[in-house]
């Protein structure tokens, strides 16, 4: 079992910068992929960005290229979301997921853990 903790969300004007954390523990984080999903108001969830197990391999959503940056630091257990150009769009819950592969995915049924989410709310 994984236990996946999200931080970092908030309220920011647009053009702003914050930086989302994924904080894993339980089994050993080692070998899994990591994930970023969102779910605006009223929409359904969507892809964001994802990483391999290395850290060698990043998927990122069109919506977000250019703004967004995905990375990770094996030795601390924890995903981290860059996010850049915030836009008004940008705004919904964050949910940071797990994958028992070495490879990414950009589907969300291909995650095996989940967190609880964090609310980003970019003000226009």
């Known amino acids: 079992q994984v236990q996946l903790v999200e931080s970092g969300g908030g309220l920011v004007q647009a053009g702003g910068s914050l930086r989302l954390s994924c904080a894993a523990s339980?089994?050993?984080?080692?070998?899994?992929?990591m994930g970023w999903f969102r779910q605006p108001p009223g929409k359904e969830r969507e892809f964001v960005a994802a990483?391999?197990?290395?850290?060698?391999?990043?998927y990122l959503a069109d919506s977000v290229k250019g703004r967004f940056m995905i990375s990770r630091d094996n030795a601390k257990n924890t995903v981290y979301l860059q996010m850049n150009s915030l836009k008004p769009e940008d705004t919904a819950v964050y949910y940071c997921?797990?994958?028992?592969?070495?490879?990414?995915?950009?589907?969300?049924?291909?995650?095996?853990?989940w967190g609880q989410g964090t609310q980003v709310t970019v003000s226009s």
């Open positions: 339980g089994r050993t984080f080692s070998g899994y992929a």
């Open positions: 997921a797990a994958r028992r592969d070495n490879y990414p995915s950009k589907l969300g049924d291909q995650y095996d853990y």
């Open positions: 990483i391999s197990w290395s850290g060698g391999i990043t």
